[in-house]
T-cell receptor
């Protein structure tokens, strides 16, 4: 169990540029979640996958945001035409199959995005 | 809609003193309840969880929490705080069938020597 891995750890980008983050979940976890966290607040739900299917998207996820999990393993989160308000920590988490769900989430260390 | 309120933004306790962090939730069905801890610049680590059964649950690092359905509360406790417990603590609620959890805004714990 190598944990949930997120890359990059930090990203600084200019407003208007596109960015992509990657998350590698724990291999036996079939559910993968993306959350966003700003200073002084708790994580806000963005979207989640069960295997390769995207089951729910938050209304926070504007058309500029897209997430994929093409083979049910790693996931990418892309933000197009970044805005300063996108600056935040983007957290990925994974959880085991339904029979083991009571274990809760395992979070990665996050990707901190700064839009200048 | 589900929601979580953590009334205390910041708590300071002396090392060795007891600790209680408050959490109130709103959820229309039987909730799953969690406490997570976050150190600066890091992701969140699960401390403990409640799903059913005994309303007093034990977690890692000597933490425990008590579920009180009548008060819609899930308060976190520790009998004796260590300096290494200084961090931010988040309460979260999720449903049996819902994939997502809803988090509170956290309580920052400072430990005085």
């Amino acid at each position: 169990d190598t944990g949930v891995s997120q890359n990059p750890r930090h990203k600084i980008t200019k407003r208007g540029q596109n960015v992509t983050f990657r998350c590698d979940p724990i291999s036996e976890h079939n559910r993968l979640y993306w959350y966003r966290q700003t200073l002084g607040q708790g994580p806000e739900f963005l979207t989640y996958f069960q295997n390769e299917a995207q089951l729910e998207k938050s209304r926070l996820l504007s058309d500029r945001f897209s997430a994929e999990r093409p083979k049910g393993s790693f996931s990418t989160l892309e933000i197009q035409r970044t805005e300063q308000g996108d600056s935040a920590m983007y957290l990925c988490a994974s959880s085991p199959p339904i029979r083991d769900r009571p274990k809760g989430y395992t979070f990665g260390s996050g990707t901190r995005l700064t839009v200048v | 809609a589900q929601s979580v309120t953590q009334p205390d933004i910041h708590i300071t306790v002396s090392e060795g003193a007891s600790l209680e962090l408050r959490c109130n939730y709103s959820y229309g069905a039987t909730p799953y309840l969690f406490w997570y801890v976050q150190s600066p610049g890091q992701g969140l680590q699960l401390l403990l969880k409640y799903f059913s059964g005994d309303t007093l649950v034990q977690g890692i690092k000597g933490f425990e929490a008590e579920f009180k359905r009548s008060q819609s509360s899930f308060n976190l406790r520790k009998p004796s705080v260590h300096w290494s417990d200084a961090a931010e603590y988040f309460c979260a609620v999720g449903g049996v069938s819902a994939g997502k959890s809803t988090f509170g805004d956290g309580t920052t714990l400072t430990v005085k020597p």
